[in-house]
């Protein structure tokens, strides 16, 4: 019965596996996987308070608390892609003591965030990595692959070390209602659970479980020859109250960390800002600024977007934005707002999007031949031609889709982005 419950989660994590590479190639998005990933809901209830970001937040953390770190291990794509790769490794694992580094990395990477900007937090979070490897950036290609090594040595290492995710849900498992313990008379310190465990988090010489880094992959239950290994709620044990000194230093000095990187985040988030170049971005961004410290560069716009205006972030621009060159906007699709899971892009309606102001066309007499192309290629009309003059373009109602930009055969116009999109009337 132990090996089934491991085979079902299995079974559910393939699948979500299957699904979150299907978004990144433009399928199965109906299901929206990534909209359960944490980095990008927190990132969501920060922007705007979306009601249905907080809730599903508090599913997931309530799910943590019932059950332990299951969301690792079932819900998060670079948590599975780790898992796959310690089934093909087949190595054996051992214990792997807990650290107090991590809280501080954690502190100061939400801190950051907190502040107003996830320029530190995506260089780790791991839906941004996933995203990134999938979408064939270098960055996600290499991070992948020192991941794929670290795997090799040291098994979920990441997961229970260095994951900002995986440090808050880390704290919250470890006072769960139901854990992996080890009944103590039937334990003969085999080893054989801890030879399992992906993540370190068996210490079979002390016959405990540390259900803080567990990842509840499930796996040691159904190793046990005497059936010792148990998920569920542990009986109650007297322990006399001994509070640690060090824990409670760790704990002010992380609390310390969290409230200076808040303040660093304001500063680093102005720094940003003051770097960026002038952009056109998707609609729904709102301007630069904003975008530049939310858009966790996950790339999953990118890859959905049928016009392939959306590029990736480059030397010119730290996150995801369009380029007119080969193609433009189709007036009929908002496929980079439905599928963005943080709040970078807003979720609007089609209607909204047809009406909200990202660019500026603008036409070059220099080189216009006055052939009236761009007056029929304009899906709003915003273009007129009186006879025998130059196209005018009514900036009341021009979107800036560039539709007529690229239906121009002398390239005489350009899209010069809003600074601050605007929806019109």
């Excluded at 941004?128 to 270098?138: K, M, V």
């Excluded at 313990?181 to 405990?208: L, Q, R």
């Excluded at 542990?234 to 060090?246: I, L």
Aim: charged residues 20%; aromatic residues 10%; glycine residues 8%.
């Amino acid at each position: 019965m132990k090996k089934k419950i491991y085979y079902i989660r299995l079974l559910v994590a393939l699948l979500v596996m299957v699904l979150a590479i299907g978004a990144f190639y433009a399928r199965f998005y109906p299901v929206k996987i990534f909209d359960i990933q944490l980095t990008a809901l927190w990132q969501r209830v920060m922007v705007d308070f979306s009601l249905f970001a907080v809730l599903l937040t508090a599913v997931l953390l309530l799910i943590t608390f019932l059950g332990g770190r299951l969301y690792c291990s079932t819900l998060c794509p670079l948590g599975i892609f780790q898992e796959l790769l310690m089934l093909i490794f087949r190595r054996k694992n051992s214990y792997q003591p807990n650290c107090y580094y991590k809280y501080f990395l954690a502190a100061l990477l939400w801190g950051t965030l907190l502040g107003g900007t996830v320029v530190l937090l995506r260089l780790i979070d791991p839906y941004t990595i996933f995203g990134s490897a999938l979408s064939l950036t270098l960055f996600g290609l290499v991070f992948v692959l020192i991941l794929s090594v670290l795997v090799w040595f040291k098994g979920r290492w990441f997961c229970t070390h260095l994951c900002p995710v995986g440090v808050v849900l880390g704290l919250v498992s470890k006072v769960s209602l139901s854990r992996i313990y080890i009944k103590i008379d039937n334990c003969v310190s085999c080893g054989a659970c801890a030879s399992k465990c992906p993540s370190g988090s068996i210490d079979f010489k002390h016959k405990t479980v540390d259900n803080e880094t567990c990842v509840k992959c499930l796996k040691c239950l159904g190793t046990c020859p005497k059936s010792a290994l148990t998920y569920g709620i542990k009986p109650t044990e007297k322990v006399a109250f001994n509070p640690s000194r060090r824990k409670f230093i760790v704990g002010a000095a992380a609390v310390a960390v969290l409230a200076a990187a808040v303040k660093g985040g304001a500063v680093l988030a102005q720094n940003t800002v003051a770097k960026i170049k002038k952009v056109i971005l998707p609609a729904g961004a709102g301007n630069a600024e904003d975008f530049a410290n939310r858009c966790l560069n996950c790339n999953l716009c990118v890859q959905n977007c049928p016009m392939k205006i959306i590029k990736k972030a480059d030397k010119n621009f730290g996150t995801v934005h369009i380029d007119y060159e080969n193609s433009f906007c189709d007036y009929d699709c908002h496929k980079c707002s439905e599928v963005c899971p943080s709040g970078a892009i807003k979720k609007i309606t089609l209607a909204q999007k047809q009406k909200t102001q990202i660019g500026l066309a603008k036409i070059d007499e220099n080189i216009c031949i006055k052939c009236g192309l761009c007056v029929m290629k304009c899906p709003r009309g915003a273009i007129r031609k009186p006879d025998g003059a130059y196209p005018l373009v009514d900036a009341d109602v021009c979107i800036g889709c560039g539709a007529c930009k690229i239906g121009c055969p002398v390239k005489a116009i350009a899209i010069e982005p809003k600074e601050v999109q605007k929806v019109l009337a």
